[in-house]
């Protein structure tokens, strides 16, 4: 009996290669934007902060020295806030990229995975047919020796 040999099997292989290194890819995207995410949170809580602590010196009186330095501070959390944004914004969208490059791949691998599938069901038919047909021989032959006895 001859084995099973699929001839895109270096494709596939390739391509399951492929398709893991852009998962990972992936992973590495998701994981920095939730980074990004967490700083973007402590920002704004830090933002928070310095909005309740200038709202209570300025309830116990406040120097117009120290009212600068917190308007400046949340100028530059603002700034900083927003840069997170944009970093943010940017990501999602290498994000979404890279996930119409993983669905891609998905379909490609799977593809060929259903062709490999559809020629081993093939191969067994032909195997199943090829063992009928070695059956019938012996029993032929079978019949004959013991008829020619």
Request: neutral net charge; charged residues 35%.
């Amino acid at each position: 009996m001859k084995k099973f040999k699929f001839h895109l099997g270096k494709l596939l292989s390739y391509k399951d290669q492929n398709l893991e290194n852009e998962m990972m890819i992936l992973a590495a995207l998701n994981k920095h934007l939730l980074e990004e995410q967490k700083i973007l949170l402590a920002l704004r809580n830090e933002q928070d902060n310095c909005v309740s602590n200038f709202e209570r010196d300025m309830a116990v009186g406040i120097t117009p020295n120290a009212c600068q330095v917190h308007l400046r501070y949340l100028d530059f959390l603002k700034e900083q806030i927003k840069a997170m944004l944009k970093k943010i914004s940017e990501l999602s969208e290498k994000i979404d990229i890279q996930i119409d490059v993983v669905k891609n791949l998905k379909l490609e691998t799977r593809s060929l995975e259903i062709i490999r599938e559809t020629r081993y069901d093939e191969y067994k038919k032909e195997m199943l047919k090829e063992s009928e047909k070695e059956i019938d021989e012996f029993m032929t032959t079978a019949k004959i020796i013991k008829e020619s006895h």
